[in-house]
C-alpha cells in the first residue's frame, strides 16, 4: 500500500461500531448518534439555569424580553422602561414566550440561545449526512457539537447563537438544494427554506442577516467565476416570501415609534460598522486569536481546508466545499473590517468551518489525524497550568475567593479532555476515526462546559442576583430604586422592574430623548428627589458612594461588595 492509499483508511474504517460480520454501516452509524446526541444534550442543558445571569448582555436581552412578556407590546422593545431599538425583536419574542411558559428564571432567559445551538449542530450534522454519508454526517455532528465558540456562545444570553443558527440554516439550504441530490421541486423547496432563514436571521439582529448571504453568494461566484447560483435563487418568489416575514414587524415599529427607522438602519448598521461610534474598534487581525481558539480542538485542522481541484479545468464545477470557504472567509472579514467589533460577530463562521472539517476528516491520514491532537491537549496543558495560578490574578474588585471556584472548573475541564485525548489516541491507533471524534468531541464540550460552570463565583460579581435578594425583603412593591452614575443591566431583570436612571445615558440616549421624564440627568435633582422620599434605594459604584457619603447624603448600606453598593434611604 502506497502513500497515495492513507488518505481512505479514516472513510473505510471510521465506523467503530460496525462488526466483522458486515453489519450494514448506516445502522452502526445510526447507533452511534444516538448515543452521542444523547450524552451530548444532557450535557448541553443540565447546567443552564445554575449560572446568574451576568451583565451587559445578559441582563439587557432578559429585560427587555420579560418586560415584554409582562407589558403585552409586542411591538416596541423597552430596555429599564426605556425605548430600546439597537436589535430587531425576534429573540425577545421568543425570550418572552418562554418566560410566560415557565417563569422569569436563568434557565428560560438562556433556553433559546441554548435551543439556537443545538440546532445549529444538528442542521450542521444533517446537511453533513446528506452531502457525503453518514459517517460525515455524524462526524460534523460531532465536531460542531464541541466547538468552543459554539459551545460557549449558546450557553450565554446573546443574540448571536439566533442569529446564526438562521444564518446556518440558509446557508444548509442552500447547499443542500445545490448538491443534495434532489429534483427541481425539492431544490425549489430548499430555496424558499433559505429565504425564510434570512427573513428570520434579519429579525434576530438585522440587515446582516441578508449581507452574509449575499455577500458570500458575491465572492464564491467572483472567485470561481461561476454565477449559476444566481440564477436558480427563485428571486420573485424568494423576495415576497422574504418580505412577507421581514417588513411587518419594521413597518409597524416605524408608524408608532417615528424615530425608530433612521435610529435602528443608520445609528445602528452603518454608523455602527462604518465608525467607531460605539468605541468598540480592534485590530485588524481581532479575530485571529478568537479563531483560533474558538475552534479548539479543531484548530490543528485550518491547514487541511484548503485542498487543490483535481480537474484539470481552472473552471471546474462549483463544489459546496467552495461555499463553505467562501463563507467562512467573507464573515472573517466583513467584520475585521467592521468599526465596532465584538468577539461573538464572528461565530457564524464556525458551523461552516465545522462542515469543512468534517469531510477532510473522511480523507486525512490516520497519522495526520493522530498529530492533530497535539494542539488541544497543548491549550488544555496551559489551561491546567494557569488553573494553579489564579490567586495571581486576584486585584482589588476581583478577589481571590471568587477566582478559586474558576481554578477547580479549568481543572475538571483540563482532566476530562485528556482522558478523552487518551481514548481518541487508542482509537486512531485501530483506524476507528468515527469513534476516535466522539471522544474528543465529548471530552470538549465536557470540558468547556466545566469552565463555564466554575465562572459563576466570578459571575456574581457581574450580576444583581445577590443584591436582589438582600433587597427585596427590605423594600415594598412601590419603593424607588434608582442606579446612580452606573448600572447593572441584570438589576431589573432580578428586581422583577424598572430603576430610574441618575446621571447615566449610554445606549439609553435615545430613550431618554424621547421620554425625559424616565430618568434624572444630574446628581443635584437625585439628591433633591431623594431627601423627600420616605423609603428609597440606590444602586451605587464606590467612588459615587463615597461622594455621597462625604456630602452627608442619608443612606445606609445594605449590600457591598469589591465593585458595587446597594443602599437605603435612612
Known amino acids: 500500500?502506497?502513500?497515495?492509499?492513507?488518505?481512505?483508511?479514516?472513510?473505510?474504517?471510521?465506523?467503530?461500531?460496525?462488526?466483522?460480520?458486515?453489519?450494514?454501516?448506516?445502522?452502526?452509524?445510526?447507533?452511534?448518534?444516538?448515543?452521542?446526541?444523547?450524552?451530548?444534550?444532557?450535557?448541553?442543558?443540565?447546567?443552564?439555569?445554575?449560572?446568574?445571569?451576568?451583565?451587559?448582555?445578559?441582563?439587557?436581552?432578559?429585560?427587555?424580553?420579560?418586560?415584554?412578556?409582562?407589558?403585552?407590546?409586542?411591538?416596541?422593545?423597552?430596555?429599564?422602561?426605556?425605548?430600546?431599538?439597537?436589535?430587531?425583536?425576534?429573540?425577545?419574542?421568543?425570550?418572552?414566550?418562554?418566560?410566560?411558559?415557565?417563569?422569569?428564571?436563568?434557565?428560560?432567559?438562556?433556553?433559546?440561545?441554548?435551543l439556537s445551538g443545538l440546532l445549529t449542530v444538528l442542521a450542521v450534522g444533517f446537511t453533513g449526512r446528506r452531502l457525503w454519508g453518514p459517517a460525515a454526517g455524524l462526524r460534523a455532528l460531532a465536531v460542531a457539537a464541541s466547538t468552543t465558540w459554539i459551545v460557549a456562545n449558546a450557553h450565554f444570553l446573546t443574540l448571536d447563537a439566533g442569529l446564526t443558527l438562521f444564518l446556518t440554516l440558509s446557508m444548509c439550504a442552500l447547499l443542500l438544494a445545490e448538491w443534495g441530490s434532489g429534483n427541481a421541486a425539492t431544490r425549489r423547496s430548499w430555496i424558499w427554506a433559505a429565504w425564510v432563514a434570512m427573513a428570520l436571521a434579519v429579525l434576530s439582529k438585522g440587515l446582516v442577516g441578508i449581507v452574509i448571504p449575499g455577500g458570500t453568494l458575491l465572492l464564491v461566484s467572483l472567485w470561481r467565476r461561476d454565477f449559476g447560483l444566481w440564477r436558480r435563487m427563485h428571486w420573485l418568489s424568494g423576495v415576497v416570501i422574504f418580505l412577507a416575514i421581514a417588513a411587518p414587524w419594521f413597518v409597524l415599529a416605524s408608524l408608532r415609534n417615528p424615530d425608530f427607522a433612521e435610529f435602528f438602519f443608520i445609528h445602528e448598521h452603518f454608523a455602527r460598522y462604518l465608525t467607531q461610534v460605539h468605541h468598540r474598534e480592534g485590530a485588524w487581525w481581532y479575530y485571529l486569536p478568537l479563531l483560533?481558539?474558538?475552534?479548539?480542538?479543531?484548530?490543528?485542522?485550518?491547514?487541511?481546508?484548503?485542498?487543490?481541484?483535481?480537474?484539470?479545468?481552472?473552471?471546474?464545477?462549483?463544489?459546496?466545499?467552495?461555499?463553505?470557504?467562501?463563507?467562512?472567509?467573507?464573515?472573517?472579514?466583513?467584520?475585521?473590517?467592521?468599526?465596532?467589533?465584538?468577539?461573538?460577530?464572528?461565530?457564524?463562521?464556525?458551523?461552516?468551518?465545522?462542515?469543512?472539517?468534517?469531510?477532510?476528516?473522511?480523507?486525512?491520514?490516520?497519522?495526520?489525524?493522530?498529530?492533530?491532537?497535539?494542539?488541544?491537549?497543548?491549550?488544555?496543558?496551559?489551561?491546567?497550568?494557569?488553573?494553579?495560578?489564579?490567586?495571581?490574578?486576584?486585584?482589588?474588585?476581583?478577589?481571590?475567593?471568587?477566582?478559586?471556584?474558576?481554578?477547580?472548573?479549568?481543572?475538571?475541564?483540563?482532566?476530562?479532555?485528556?482522558?478523552a485525548g487518551g481514548l481518541a489516541w487508542y482509537w486512531l491507533g485501530r483506524n476507528r476515526t468515527t469513534a476516535a471524534v466522539l471522544a474528543l468531541a465529548l471530552g470538549q464540550l465536557v470540558g468547556a462546559l466545566s469552565v463555564l460552570q466554575a465562572h459563576n463565583g466570578f459571575g456574581q460579581l457581574k450580576s444583581a442576583a445577590p443584591i436582589a435578594a438582600v433587597l427585596r425583603p427590605l423594600i415594598a412593591p412601590d419603593t424607588p430604586i434608582f442606579s446612580v452614575q452606573s448600572y447593572d443591566q441584570t438589576l431589573p431583570f432580578y428586581l422583577g422592574r424598572s430603576i430610574v436612571l441618575v446621571d447615566y445615558v449610554d445606549e439609553f440616549a435615545l430613550g431618554q430623548r424621547v421620554e425625559p421624564d424616565r430618568s434624572i440627568p444630574t446628581i443635584d435633582a437625585f439628591l433633591a428627589r431623594w431627601q423627600a422620599l420616605p423609603q428609597a434605594a440606590a444602586y451605587l459604584g464606590h467612588d459615587t458612594w463615597q461622594i455621597l457619603r462625604d456630602r452627608g447624603v442619608p443612606m445606609r448600606v445594605v449590600f457591598e461588595d469589591a465593585r458595587r453598593v446597594m443602599v437605603l434611604r435612612r
Open 1 to 114: 500500500m502506497n502513500g497515495r492509499t492513507l488518505p481512505h483508511i479514516a472513510s473505510l474504517n471510521s465506523l467503530s461500531a460496525e462488526s466483522a460480520h458486515g453489519q450494514p454501516r448506516h445502522e452502526a452509524t445510526a447507533a452511534l448518534a444516538l448515543g452521542f446526541l444523547l450524552l451530548m444534550t444532557l450535557a448541553w442543558f443540565v447546567t443552564l439555569g445554575t449560572r446568574a445571569l451576568i451583565t451587559p448582555d445578559e441582563g439587557r436581552y432578559a429585560s427587555i424580553a420579560l418586560e415584554m412578556a409582562r407589558s403585552g407590546d409586542w411591538v416596541t422593545p423597552r430596555l429599564n422602561g426605556l425605548l430600546y431599538f439597537e436589535k430587531p425583536p425576534l429573540q425577545y419574542w421568543i425570550g418572552a414566550i418562554f418566560f410566560k411558559l415557565l417563569g422569569a428564571s436563568e434557565f428560560a432567559a438562556r433556553l433559546w440561545p441554548a
Open 292 to 419: 483560533v481558539g474558538g475552534l479548539m480542538p479543531w484548530t490543528g485542522a485550518l491547514p487541511w481546508l484548503w485542498q487543490r481541484r483535481t480537474a484539470k479545468s481552472p473552471h471546474a464545477r462549483l463544489t459546496a466545499s467552495d461555499v463553505l470557504i467562501a463563507w467562512a472567509l467573507f464573515v472573517l472579514v466583513f467584520f475585521s473590517a467592521s468599526g465596532s467589533k465584538l468577539p461573538s460577530y464572528i461565530l457564524p463562521m464556525f458551523p461552516a468551518l465545522a462542515l469543512l472539517i468534517a469531510h477532510r476528516l473522511g480523507t486525512t491520514r490516520v497519522a495526520a489525524l493522530r498529530w492533530h491532537l497535539a494542539l488541544p491537549v497543548a491549550a488544555w496543558l496551559v489551561v491546567l497550568v494557569v488553573s494553579t495560578r489564579m490567586a495571581s490574578f486576584a486585584t482589588a474588585s476581583t478577589p481571590s475567593e471568587v477566582l478559586a471556584p474558576m481554578a477547580w472548573g479549568m481543572r475538571i475541564g483540563a482532566l476530562a479532555f485528556m482522558v
